[in-house]
């Protein structure tokens, strides 16, 4: 293909991977989704000519040049809008960091971030063309279609598998719905994630191989009359997986008044700039304990605070002891979660501590998801050099085990702090633990505002597919109470102090995603692999 007859596939590729961006929240036009990966999976498609045998001789090689070209284009097009949020690090000046140092960190940590994902739609892109030529010589016409319409799901779905097996991970194909979706969302609780970007792939994919086999000139009127039945099949398709979903987000969510629970929560709104000094600390501690105080007034019988709330070690007795929020709790006699920080032999860690009425830790809960660059170095026996001159943040900390489990008062909660709302499995295996209601805490003060509706539209997520009351305590917004089928019952306002309290209830039910995981996706991968064994060529 010549260049200038690039340009309008590029153009139009890169267009619907913003589209796909701008699908998740804070823009949260979700209904752009079912429609973004079109131009994607059509461009990639038309512009591969399949290579002469054998396929990867280094002269065939060029054939993939265009269709990765569009699948990095779509990529930075929807990683690169979905994760600008990142940009507001910048500037880091309260942090020592000069200006322009601070710019080429924000620079190198968002393009990077988005490259990754990059990554993810390139795979896919090559594993998708190199396997459609194999499935072209087995089937012909819409069985061929439909054929590519699996496969590329399974890539898809078995990517964001491995993808979100590592520690960087955030933008699943599947947050896009939320939280406006909230239907489709109940298809969360079939396998978690992967029902839903299953979903947005095969709608997609239909449409796709259908206006492909509406436009090929070689085909003839009968058969331009069946690529609309593929039109048809993916509207279809459509109204049935939101069916299936209002049907699970009509179960009653159960309200056993034995199982209700009034929790307070404190938004401490301190600043990232003042927290690191005396005036902010004591800021932090006066705010937190007025906030205890009202709360346990209001007859509340749990408090929960953000993220690192009191920035001092909370396993030092010493400071826990003088501490004006550890004397409240000892006079109130209301329980408390806090967040704070724990001493450990090599380091410590991002801590949340659940206490009785007498002051005394019946639960610790350790980070296990800890944000790279930030609070550690990746590979840091290799890059840990370089990559601690890019890091604004100390990157001491140290990573909880997954198998904790988190005790309260009240009985076992499933627990995440800040990025831990991104691994939907983490909440899973808590909950299959016997968590009966669901806390998350987060500071996301480090970045641009965009970021507090993507939290709070991961952990609706999370609150659907364990069917469990979620608790989301935050330092500058959003807190939220958030129901078993994932409507947000209160939020705060973002950048203020807010004290609020109301009713959740434990559950001991579990989803078929917290019994068995994510079954969907071997299943799919079975599927996949039986294509090859077979041979349609008569449809």
């Known amino acids: 293909m010549k260049k200038q007859e690039l340009i309008a596939p590029l153009l139009l590729t890169a267009m619907a991977g913003v589209l796909m961006g701008i699908a998740a929240e804070p823009w949260g036009l979700w209904g752009l989704a079912w429609v973004a990966l079109v131009p994607l999976w059509v461009n990639v498609l038309s512009n591969f000519i399949p290579p002469k045998p054998p396929l990867f001789m280094v002269g065939s090689l060029a054939v993939f040049k265009t269709p990765l070209i569009l699948a990095l284009v779509w990529g930075i097009g929807y990683y690169g809008t979905a994760l600008f949020w990142i940009t507001g690090i910048h500037p880091m000046t309260w942090l020592g960091v000069p200006w322009l140092a601070s710019l080429a960190i924000t620079i190198f940590c968002w393009s990077f971030l988005t490259l990754w994902g990059g990554a993810l739609v390139i795979i896919w892109t090559g594993l998708f063309v190199i396997l459609s030529d194999q499935l072209a010589q087995r089937f012909s016409k819409i069985s061929l279609a439909l054929a590519r319409v699996l496969i590329a799901t399974v890539l898809w779905c078995g990517l964001e598998f491995l993808w979100s097996s590592t520690a960087l991970w955030w933008s699943s194909l599947s947050y896009t719905q939320s939280f406006g979706n909230l239907i489709i969302l109940h ?136 501490s004006s929020f550890y004397q409240a709790v000892l006079q109130q006699k209301v329980p408390a979660i806090v967040g704070s920080f724990a001493l450990k032999k090599n380091g410590y860690t991002n801590s949340l501590f659940s206490m009785d009425g007498e002051g005394n830790i019946i639960g610790q809960y350790d980070k296990v998801n800890l944000v790279p660059l930030g609070e550690f170095i990746p590979f840091s026996e290799v ?37 831990d709302s991104a691994f939907a499995d983490h909440f899973r295996r808590q909950t299959l633990q016997g968590g009966e209601f669901l806390i998350t805490a987060s500071n996301d003060a480090y970045y641009s505002v965009a970021i507090l509706a993507q939290h709070h539209a991961l952990d609706v997520m999370r609150a659907i597919e364990n069917h469990r009351w979620t608790i989301r305590a935050t330092n500058t917004g959003y807190s939220a109470f958030i129901d078993p089928h994932g409507r947000t019952q209160w939020i705060s306002n973002q950048n203020t102090y807010q004290v609020y309290a109301d009713t959740i209830y434990r559950d001991r039910t579990q989803t078929l995603y917290v019994r068995w995981g994510d079954w969907l996706m071997p299943v799919l991968l079975m599927v996949g692999t039986i294509l090859f064994l077979v041979k349609i060529d008569h449809f």
Do not use: M
């Not at 436009?215 to 331009?224: L, V």
């Not at 179960?251 to 000094?277: D, H, M, R, T, Y």
């Not at 050099?385 to 198998?403: D, M, N, V, W, Y």
């Open 187 to 322: 298809l969360g609780q079939i396998s978690g994630p992967t029902t839903i970007t299953a979903t947005l792939l095969i709608v997609n994919g239909l449409i796709a191989e259908s206006f492909i086999l509406n436009r090929d000139k070689y085909y003839s009127q009968t058969q331009d009359q069946k690529s609309y039945l593929l039109l048809i099949l993916a509207v279809l398709f459509l109204i049935a997986a939101h069916g299936l979903g209002l049907i699970l987000y009509s179960i009653p969510s159960q309200k056993n008044p034995e199982q209700a629970l009034k929790v307070g929560i404190i938004q401490g709104n301190i600043a990232n700039e003042v927290k690191l000094n005396y005036s902010g600390f004591l800021q932090a501690l006066n705010g937190y304990t007025t906030g205890y105080i009202t709360l346990a007034n209001q007859g509340v019988d749990l408090v929960l605070t953000p993220e690192t709330a009191l920035p001092f070690f909370w396993t030092d007795s010493n400071q826990r002891q003088n």
């Open 383 to 419: 890059l840990g050099r370089f990559i601690r001159k890019l890091s604004p943040l100390e990157a001491t900390l140290i990573h909880g085990k997954p198998t904790q489990q988190f005790q309260t008062l009240f009985g076992q909660a499933t627990v995440g702090i800040c990025y």
